[in-house]
């Protein structure tokens, strides 16, 4: 069984930053890709970008050159930092990995951008 825990969500004015981290558990990082999605008010859920077991990232192009993605490995962990956030980034952040057939996700992190 997966299971994440997200945190680090919060208010935070335009042009301002957060980082987002998700303990992961009963999956172990450094094998397996984990992503971040987001799903803004009345908008459905959208990929914004995963780490994958190379530790390779990948970005949507909508937050690419603001967002970066990273593991740490000893704690079982994948971060989310976020510079630049504009009015798009106010959503639910979720950690989510894929073991086909199955999907995972976690409970979500609020993040909102004050403009």
């Known amino acids: 069984q997966v299971q994440f825990v997200e945190s680090g969500g919060g208010l935070v004015q335009a042009g301002g930053s957060l980082r987002l981290s998700c303990a992961v558990f009963g999956r172990t990082v450094s094998l397996n890709a984990i992503g971040w999605y987001r799903q803004a008010p009345g908008k459905q859920r959208e990929w914004v970008a995963t780490i994958n077991s190379s530790g390779r990232p990948n970005y949507a192009d909508s937050v690419k050159d603001r967002f970066t993605i990273s593991r740490d490995n000893a704690k079982n962990t994948v971060d989310l930092q976020m510079n630049s956030l504009n009015a798009d980034g106010t959503a639910v952040y979720y950690c989510?990995?894929?073991?086909?057939?199955?999907?995972?996700w976690g409970q979500g992190t609020q993040v909102t951008v004050a403009t």
């Open positions: 989510h990995t894929a073991n086909y057939p199955s999907d995972y």
